[in-house]
């Protein structure tokens, strides 16, 4: 089966990594067409040996990529079109349609109850969304709670299907020599208690309310960000107001998949000061939307976000020229990706490592669709405190012993977090729910998708 995955951007996010981590896993042909934003997660699907084309969008409303998409879904003569996330979803619909492609699945990653992927759910949204739907053969949904809501949206019930988001289980298994490490580069202190937050940056993670609770807490406990995004000078200066500058620090956007580029941090910068990630320029990598170097990399200009930097339409990861059509081909030699041995401490930057160095995850987020980082963060043995988390709320209690949820302000994630530091430490063991959420089991679920919605295709 030959597919093509459409999704908005590949900057590094929740539905980008997740879907890297598919194509891992999934027993079919699979290439890549990227709206917008060919970051990081573009790099590692290259990597790994996935073709990959940038179509250059230029914001919502630039309607000259569908007929670019059309065409190129036209001459991949792909049986299957698979989109992700709102804005590949309404344009990659119809897209397939025109190209001929009968098949057409969708995965909603990022509903919530008030907004869909940061942005409100007007009339207007949920109404083009809709409109687009009717176009698909399937809607996935990463968890029975987006099931429902799709459902409540009009979405007609037989036409969803769940398949939830999968982790690579043995890669977050808990290492001694791994967590030592991490803390080691980190730079923190002995007996330090470590509180966790990993995602993007932005005002719905609610991260300022885990810098709060930071405050109320005792000087041994620090707070480590994983993340990027547009909310981290706002954080900063959260951290400097309530006098914990020198207790948080932001490790910056970790792109999760082995043998990905990490932007190396040094030693530990406290929140306050001019910590960025610097940039890494591999071998073989292409950063597009900056100068070109003939004999070098190409370099991308900007940050990397979901709606983020436009670089030249038409352009192509490519790990081969003949496969996919697009006006401009750049070819990028795939680089083979590597596997980690979870006894090693290997890199101790990645997320494993940095999920290792932490002793609780907190997620003051109050509306998730899954909520990978808690399930990864379980993984990993780590207790877990929670606002919203499907992954979890799906489960019996027993699934996740070691998550808790908690209200969503400071006080609350305070108290909670000083009872936890206060019961010292705990097993490191891997709770039911993470086995529940294997990726080779997601893996095999979304194929059964991709057979039933293939079948229809044929008959109608």
């Given at each position: ?7 908005t ?21 699979c ?96 109404g083009l969304?809709?409109?687009?739907e ?39 298994r ?11 580069r ?86 306050g ?44 990861y ?29 890199d ?53 012993p070691a ?9 609350s994630?305070?108290?909670?977090l ?8 705990h ?17 095999t ?16």
């Amino acid at each position: 089966m030959k597919v093509l995955h459409v999704i908005t951007g590949l900057g590094v996010g929740g539905a980008e990594q997740q879907l890297r981590l598919l194509l891992r896993h999934l027993p079919a042909d699979c290439d890549v067409a990227t709206l917008t934003d060919p970051g990081p997660v573009a790099d590692g699907l290259v990597a790994d040996g996935v073709r990959v084309v940038h179509l250059g969008m230029g914001g919502n409303r630039d309607l000259s990529v569908l007929p670019r998409l059309t065409g190129l879904i036209r001459a991949g003569r792909y049986d299957l079109v698979h989109t992700h996330l709102y804005r590949a979803c309404v344009y990659g619909r119809p897209a397939a349609r025109l190209a001929g492609v009968r098949t057409v699945v969708a995965t909603e990653h990022s509903l919530g109850a008030s907004q869909l992927e940061g942005r409100r759910l007007t009339p207007g949204v949920r109404g083009l969304y809709l409109a687009s739907e009717r176009l698909g053969s399937a809607t996935v949904a990463v968890s029975p709670t987006v099931a429902e809501r799709l459902r409540r949206w009009g979405v007609p019930a037989p036409r969803i299907e769940v398949v939830p988001n999968g982790v690579d289980v043995d890669r977050f298994r808990f290492a001694p020599a791994r967590r030592a490490a991490a803390r080691r580069r980190l730079g923190l202190p002995d007996g330090a208690f470590v509180v966790g937050g990993v995602g993007r940056l932005t005002a719905g993670k609610r991260f300022d309310v885990l810098v709060r609770a930071l405050a109320r807490l005792p000087e041994e406990v620090r707070l480590l960000l994983v993340g990027g995004g547009p909310e981290e000078a706002a954080l900063r200066r959260t951290a400097r107001r309530t006098g914990v500058a020198d207790r948080v620090l932001f490790a910056g956007e970790r792109p999760n998949g082995p043998g990905d580029p990490v932007h190396p941090i040094g030693s530990a910068h406290p929140a306050g000061s001019a910590h960025l990630a610097g940039s890494a320029h591999l071998g073989g990598s292409a950063y597009l939307g900056g100068s070109v170097h003939r004999g070098g990399s190409v370099h991308r200009g900007g940050s990397v976000h979901r709606d983020g930097p436009v670089h030249p339409a038409g352009s192509a990861y490519c790990a081969d020229s003949s496969a996919l059509a697009a006006p401009t081909d750049l070819i990028i030699p795939a680089a083979p990706a590597t596997s980690a041995d979870p006894a090693d401490p290997g890199d101790s930057t990645d997320l494993p490592a940095l999920l290792a160095a932490m002793d609780v995850l907190a997620s003051p987020s109050a509306e998730e669709a899954f909520g990978l980082a808690v399930v990864e963060a379980l993984a990993a043995g780590l207790p877990v405190l929670y606002v919203s988390c499907p992954a979890v709320e799906d489960l019996p209690p027993r699934a996740a012993p070691a998550a808790r949820r908690v209200r969503g302000d400071a006080d609350s994630f305070a108290h909670a977090l000083r009872s936890l530091r206060e019961a010292g430490p705990h097993t490191r063991s891997v709770p039911e729910a993470v086995h529940h959420y294997g990726i080779t089991r997601s893996a095999t679920r979304l194929m059964a998708v991709y057979a039933a919605a293939t079948r229809q295709g044929r008959s109608s």
